[in-house]
């Protein structure tokens, strides 16, 4: 049995749907459409990548603490209602 880890797939997902630009002057833009707000730069593609990724994840985490509306992407959907079950049911 493997472990899923919501997370870190949704956050995959959401990269698999990033969108990256270079710039006139050489630099690259990247942006997750569905994400909005999520738009990052970087002197090379590398890092903007990983400036895409970082703020995606603080983009995901600002949204969560604060009731914010999610998109759902690749099926996840991260506005539902945790389930729990109850102690006893150890």
């Known amino acids: 049995m493997s472990i899923r880890y919501i997370l870190s797939e949704y956050v995959e997902q959401a990269l698999s749907e990033a969108l990256y630009d270079k ?9 997750i459409s569905s994400c909005k707000g999520v738009i990052a730069f970087g002197t090379t593609l590398r890092a903007c990548e990983a400036e895409v990724r970082s703020t995606l994840e603080d983009w995901i985490l ?16 991260l506005n539902k209602e945790p ?3 109850p102690v006893d049911a150890l």
Do not use: A, Q, W
């Open 23 to 31: 710039l006139e002057d050489g630099t690259f833009s990247g942006k």
């Open 62 to 77: 600002v949204g969560l603490k604060l009731g914010h509306p999610l998109p759902v992407i690749g099926g996840i959907d």
């Open 83 to 85: 389930m729990r079950e």
